[in-house]
Each structure stands twice: as C-alpha cells, then as structure tokens.
C-alpha cells in the first residue's frame, strides 16, 4: 500500500451530460505525443473524476431542457439542450437531489433495503405517488412550515445580532429555493391543482372528497336560547387578517414583493397562487366562479398528467444512468474511509470514444495513467452499461383487436462491436471491463429465474478465445428498482359539479393515471462498485477480523468460503432464488458476474440483500471461466514488479522472487494468514527467465490453477545467475 496507494479507480464509459466537456475534447489532439502533461492530467481530475454522489450531481449538473409547443398545446422535453431556440424560451430542469422523480426513486431503494422485502411483496404503489400533485403539496406544505419558523425568530432578534443574520442567510436560500419555479409553469401546477381544490372543497372530510357551499359564520345562541350558526360579519375576516400573530401578513408583503422582482411576465394569478401558498391568511374569498374553477382544475390535471408522463419517458434514461452511479458509490458501505473509489466518467457515448479518430486519445490518455511507476491515476476497472441484447421480436399481427404495447423507439445502446474495441485497446493498460445488457424486463432477476443464462452466453460468445478475454466481465442480471407491471402512478381524480355542491369523481375513467413502464439499473454498475469497494481494507475489515492494512484486496475471492455471504451489495432481496436447475447450469458453466437473490444465513443471521453468486470473466479454462480476482492479482504483481525492479532489470527481478527474508515474495509469504493477503494457502509464484529472449516468464499458482504472466527484461543489465 506505501507503493500502489489505491486498486479501484474505474473509468465509466457513458454520456451524461452533452453540455459539460469529455475525456475526448479535453484530451485533444495527440499527433506525436506519447504521453499527456501533468497539467493535462490534472484538468481531467477536476473536471471528469468524482469520489461521491454528490460531487457528481455537482460536476455534471445532470439537466432536462423543456420548452413548450403551442401547435400541439404540450410541454417538450429533451436531454439535449434544443439549437434553433431562443435561449429564453427555454428551461432548465435540474435533476438533483431535489427533483421529486429522483427523491422518490432514492425513498424506494431505501426503504426496500430497510424492509428486505422481494417485489412480489413490496408495496410500490405506497411511494410512488410521491410524484403526485398531493405529494408535491405536501413538500412545499414543509417548506412553508420551515421558512414561518424561520422568520418568526428572525423577526424577533434585534437588527445587527448576529444569530439575525445568520438566520437571514437561511431565509435567503429558503425564498432562492422556492423563487426558482415563480416562473416555471409546470412547478406551479401542482400549486394551483391543490389551491383550487382547497378552497372549493373548504369544510369537505376527509375521505368523502365532496363539499357543499361555505359561509364562513360563528356559533351564537339565539334569544330563546337556540344554538345556531350565524354568517359571520365582514369586517371580521379583515380585523382578523391585521391581527397575525405569526407574520403571515409581512411574510405574504415579502413573497408579493419577490415574486415582482424575480419574475420575467408577471400574473397576477400566479402572484396570488405563490403568497396563499406560502402564507395561507385566516381570509376567505366568498365569491368563487365554482364552474370555471372545476373547469380550470380539471384543466390542469389533465395538463399536469401528460407533462408528467412526457417528462418521466424523457428522463428515465438520464435517471437510471444516475441511479447506476449512485448504485457504484453506495456499495463503498463503510464507517471508516480508506481507500475511497472514485469515478472517471467520460460524459461521452462509447461508439464516439471508439470511433478510428478517437481511439488514439484514449490510448494515449490511458498511456499516461497506466504505463507510468505513478500508481496516484491508474485505472482498474471499467463500466459498460447498457450493451444491446437482441432477442426474437413478437410475432407480427395484421390486424390489432386489442390494445397491445406501443411500438417505442428503443433507447441507443451500446453495440458489441463497440465493445470488442473498447476491449481490443484496453487489455494493454490491464483494465478489467465490467459491462452488463441493456437493463429491462429481460434482463430481470425474474427473466433469468425462469430462462436462465443461455442467452447471455450466446450473445458473449463473440468474445471468447480473444487476448482481451479475460478483461471483459459479463455482468447480471439487471436491478429493478421498479417493475413494469407496478409502475402505476395515480394523479389525481377529476373534480365534479352536482346538485350539493362539488365532489371529487371516484369513477374509474375520471382517475388520471400514468406508468413509469419499469426503471431499472444495469449490473455492471453495482459489479465493479462492490469490487472497488473491497479493494479497501477498511471496508474489509466491516466483514472480516483478518484484515491487514498492507494489501489491497485484490487476491479477495467473493466466491471462496462464505466471503460472498460476507460481503454483500447494498441491493435488497427481488426474487425468493433460483431454481436448483438454474443453480446447477450456472455452477456448471461457471459464467459471468453473476448476483444472487437467495434465501441465505451467515453466522446465525439472515441475509436480506443481493449477494454475488459468481465472479468470472470471460477467459476460459478447463472447468469453465477465470475468476476475476487472479487477473487483477497478476496486474498487481506486474505493476509492483515493474516498480521495485525499475523497470523489469534483471538484478531485480531475481532479488524480487528470491528466498532473502527481505524479498517481495518472503514478505508475501510470511503474510498467508489475512483474507487480503496477495499469496493464500494453496498459491505460490515461480519464475523463469528465459536469456535467449529475454523474456521471464512468472507462473502464478492459485490453488493449483496457474496463471502465466510474461515481462520483457531489461537490456543491458548483467545476468546473474538464477
């Protein structure tokens, strides 16, 4: 660990925002340059690597451009910022933490890993209506709570206190917050929806949705002393509207006066909309347009329903690329923080990276981190998600009789061919690519229950029998975040008018309805997260007491013992497990990264997450395929081998594997005992050095399998005697 600080550095091959730069325009042009400077290097830290969430969310500013179409009367959405349009016809929607679509999806994953319950069992319906008018009310509902408490103390601390101006600072960002959608229409709808529902169901209960007339009055016992109700005088609601207690009045005076200042076309309806919003008054309006409301109201939910769905179809793309890279860094599951993963992204498609014209920027970046005795940038590992899986179509119908899926334009997803490249430049810097088919229906934990792993071993097959083999990880199968069959999310009810008064409708055809059609994550991301997380002996040691601060974990074998059982993903329990027969064929082909949802226990406690089942690459060997960890192992030893020997001299080589006390190897196998040791019980390294090519050739034993590893020597150095 003094030499090589860090094994899990992983490069992500992926475009998530076309707007920011990428690895191939910051990189440039590289005609007869060998190596990028530091000062190259260090501009492509701080713009493409991150080591959390956030500071992706940060760096990336993840956004979904909307205009609106007034020949069609619908709000458009695009992930691509629309040429040809004027700038301020356009906004911005930044998908944060803060965007409801995406808190919703973070809500579900959470509370299914807390409740480890399979998707036949969950409850999904409970939380997406998150995304509902309701929801967002009640968002908005805490908001106002926070900025009245707020201002309440605010108000009351003298002018210059210091606690005053803090709290100003607070106050300052709350009204910055909630200023950021006085001019986004579609933010505002769920405002109005609930705003005209509540003054026009005023005194409804709760579950029967329904209202009569309101007058607001007060009780009062008559002259014969009857109880009654009596209409109660103006000037009450007025004497009642200066006599607030709570700054309702100054705070609706400031959102008045914000709203003018900070909007580009001002209405005077939305004005009113924002301040009732924030600062509801003890005043009724008696005079309401019940007809025009409903029909205003109905207007707005139907609008509010079609955006929605619009807008979901367009960003669930963007949002299961951001769940997966979330899903990376969640697997690092650690108090303690050693060696933190971190990810390069290349904001850039991979059939772009790979084009001919583009391929010698990469090379030479990767020139510059991977073949250098500085290990600070080294890449090991690297994601492809969403590679193409052509399956047979359905039949084809003649005549529809009834209504059947619509016929959607799939997503562009990344090519085998592309793949094939990537993997062809890559094997020569020893980066292991986890990569995974594109994440749907097909790719479930559920699919591969029932049709097994054929498949995805017919569509690998092309990368068999190759020098990059054993760098390509075959990952699977996808995560469901949300199935398509549970991905309903009810709106809202349309409002009627009837003889008593105003309802809201609970027949069928007038409940507004609209489906997320499934969202899921592809396996390649939640791979190599796990395995850059156990690269760190901190987080070893959250599973292990045999733990040694020394070694990186890549000689850590996810399927020995009951590591896999040890070491688990962050993911909860989809389905109750594989059939036996489905077991059987994967232990028999001994294929891919396979994850497991399997009823299990690990020293007397249930385990309720996802587990890995297999580890392979797609190297062959006589009972199957390689484990991953021995190619990482021999990258390690490679690259440690290069850097104590300067450079492969034959001095150093034999001093290297020699039988003194001080020698890498003694030191290697006089630390057996750890889980992370880089030499287990069963291993052992040889050396051969051949004089006549000058080659040495390093047999690495891993439990009687040998994996050869081949280093040029050096020349002109004195031969010693081996």
């Known amino acids: 660990m003094e030499i090589i600080h860090q094994t899990n550095r ?3 091959f992926e475009e998530i925002n076309p707007e920011k730069l990428d690895l191939i325009t910051i ?47 619908k709000v458009m959405y695009t992930l691509r910022k629309p040429e040809g349009i004027d700038a301020s016809a356009i906004s911005e929607i930044s998908i944060d933490q803060n965007n409801d679509f995406l808190k919703m999806l973070f809500t579900l994953i959470d509370t299914k890993r807390i409740q480890g319950i399979t998707n036949v069992d969950f409850k999904f319906e409970n939380l997406l209506d998150m995304i509902s ?66 003054r026009l169901l005023l005194g409804a209960g709760q579950e029967e949705n329904q209202s009569e007339a309101v007058t607001i009055g007060m009780l009062s016992i008559g002259d014969n002393g009857e109880l009654k109700i009596i ?98 860094f969640d697997q690092y599951a650690t108090k303690n923080k050693g060696m933190v993963p971190s990810l390069l992204i290349t904001n850039a498609k991979l059939d772009m990276t790979v084009k001919s014209n583009n391929i010698p920027r990469l090379e030479t970046y990767l020139n510059t981190v991977n073949s250098k005795n500085d290990f600070t940038d080294t890449i090991w590992f690297g994601i492809v998600p969403a590679v193409e899986l052509e399956h047979s179509g359905n039949a084809k119908v003649s005549r529809e009789r009834f209504r059947g899926n619509q016929k959607v334009v799939k997503q562009d997803g990344n090519t085998m061919e592309s793949l094939a490249m990537l993997l062809h430049v890559v094997k ?23 049709s097994g792993i054929d498949k995805y071993m017919d569509k690998c097959s092309v990368l068999l029998r190759k020098d990059y083999s054993e760098f390509a990880i075959p990952c699977m199968p996808n995560f469901t975040i949300i199935p398509k069959d549970k991905s309903g999310v009810v709106i809202d009810s349309r409002m009627l008018q009837t003889e008593d008064g105003v309802k809201i409708s609970q027949e069928k055809e007038d409940i507004l309805k609209l489906w997320i059609e499934g969202v899921y994550v592809g396996a390649s991301y939640v791979a190599a997260g796990l395995v850059a997380a156990y690269q760190c002996p901190e987080f070893l040691k959250e599973a292990f007491r045999n733990v040694s601060r020394e070694y990186p974990g ?44 399997e009823n299990a226990q690990v020293q007397g406690r249930d385990v309720k997450r996802i587990t890995v089942y297999k580890a392979r690459s797609m190297a062959m060997t006589e009972d199957g395929f390689d484990s991953i960890y021995k190619t990482l192992v021999s990258t390690y030893i490679e ?71 081949e280093v040029t020597i050096t020349k002109g150095t004195a031969a010693a005697k081996v």
């Open 231 to 328: 209409e109660a005088p103006k000037n009450e609601s007025a004497e009642l509207m200066v006599v607030d207690q709570n700054g309702s009045g100054e705070l609706a005076a400031i959102f008045e006066e914000d709203y003018e200042a900070v909007t580009d076309t001002s209405s005077s309806y939305v004005k009113d909309l924002v301040v009732r919003t924030f600062c509801p008054l003890p005043a009724v309006r008696n005079e309401v347009d019940v007809e025009t409301e409903i029909q205003n109201y109905n207007t707005y939910l139907e609008f509010y329903k079609n955006s929605k769905d619009d807008f979901v179809k367009t960003v669930k793309p963007l949002v299961e690329k951001l769940l997966g890279v979330k899903m990376f």
């Open 554 to 597: 890549v000689r850590f074998d996810i399927e020995g013992g009951d590591n896999g059982l040890r070491v688990v993903t962050t993911m909860a329990k989809e389905i109750s497990g594989f059939t036996n027969s489905i077991k059987d064929a994967i232990n028999r082909r001994n294929f891919g990264f396979v994850f497991s949802s």
């Open 133 to 198: 008018p309701k929801k967002v009310m009640d968002d908005i509902r805490q908001v106002r709570k926070e900025i009245h408490y707020l201002y309440g103390q605010y108000d009351q601390l003298d002018d210059g206190d210091p606690k005053k101006l803090d709290m100003g600072d607070k106050l300052n960002n709350m009204f910055e917050d909630a200023s950021r959608n006085y001019n986004n229409v579609m933010a505002m709808l769920p405002l109005a929806i609930d705003d005209i529902k509540t």
């Open 27 to 73: 990189v440039g042009d590289v005609k007869g340059i060998d190596s990028l400077s530091d000062d190259k290097i260090k501009e492509i830290n701080e713009t493409l690597v991150v080591k959390s969430f956030d500071e992706f969310l940060d760096k990336f500013s993840p956004t979904v451009y909307s205009f609106y179409n007034a020949a069609n009367q």
């Open 639 to 709: 690259r440690l081998l290069r850097f104590q020997t300067g450079d492969f001299k034959h001095d150093n080589i034999v001093r290297f594997f020699s039988n003194n006390p001080s020698s890498q190897k003694s030191k290697w196998l006089n630390a057996k005992g750890y889980i992370n040791s880089i030499i287990h019980d069963g291993d052992d390294m040889n050396y051969v050095i051949d004089e006549k090519s000058n080659l040495c050739h390093i047999d690495l034993v891993f439990n009687g399998n040998v994996k050869n590893l």
């Open 428 to 450: 020569d810097y020893k980066i292991q690519i986890f990569f995974n088919f594109a994440a749907g229906e097909e790719t479930t934990f559920n699919t591969m229950a029932t």
């Open 10 to 12: 992983t490069i992500l």
